[in-house]
């Protein structure tokens, strides 16, 4: 309810079996139920962590549930990232950008749930999933540490949500065997630097030119 037609394909894709997908995809693109161009990863299918869903109830009033993003999740993503105010946007990606189109999008919420993980934070609006947050890391392959990015819809934030995205994050990554994680943090940017602060290993900060680099290994607990 409440889906676009593309959305629907996406979402009935994504519950069958993983190795109907490929053809489904082929099948629905042939119908133009969705876009020419979508990005489907075959072996995301069979990695998607489903462990992950959870739910969590903040401040005895707000229940969000928690999972790793799926391809149906580009429209809602772009809902939430037209959401931002100016400030959000900059904290976010360092630059003010304006458009989100289908090709970055896409992209952004195909994973492959090794090298990039991305958990989003929904809620039940009159019965309608709304995605309020998402956090991600990305590890570049050679790279023992993986950089992290957080964002949540201005509504809710200083509830907790994204240091139980911190925490949700941080599980996943070591299980990957990761051996932690790193971020580039505007200066000014109190919230999230208080969320790195609150991680339950040392946290290494340089500030350089406005900006925090923060590392925080894992097994220096
Ligand atoms: C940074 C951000 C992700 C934090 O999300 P959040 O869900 O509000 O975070 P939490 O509620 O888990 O924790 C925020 C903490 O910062 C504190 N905080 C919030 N604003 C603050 C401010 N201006 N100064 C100091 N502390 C602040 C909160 O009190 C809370 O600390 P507490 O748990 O000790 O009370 C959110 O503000 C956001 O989306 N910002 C825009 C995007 C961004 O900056 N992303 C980070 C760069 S990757």
New binding site residues.
Partial sequence: MGKTLRERAQALIEIAHPDDRVELIRQAKEAKMIYADQIYFAESGHLYPDKIACSHRFKDTLTVRFRAIKPSDEEEMRRLFYRFSDQ?VY??YFSPIKTMPHKKMQEYVNVDYRYTMSIVAIIDESGLGKII?EARYVKTQGEPFAD?????DEH?????????LFNLLLRAAREEGIAGFK?D?LEN????L??YE?ALYPVQTVLSGGVYKITIPFNES
Avoid at 189 to 192: G, S, V
């Fill in positions: 959000a904290y976010r947050g992290t990015a957080f964002v949540v809710y934030q200083g509830m907790g949500i994204s240091t139980y971020a943090v940017n109190r919230a999230m208080k969320v609150k």
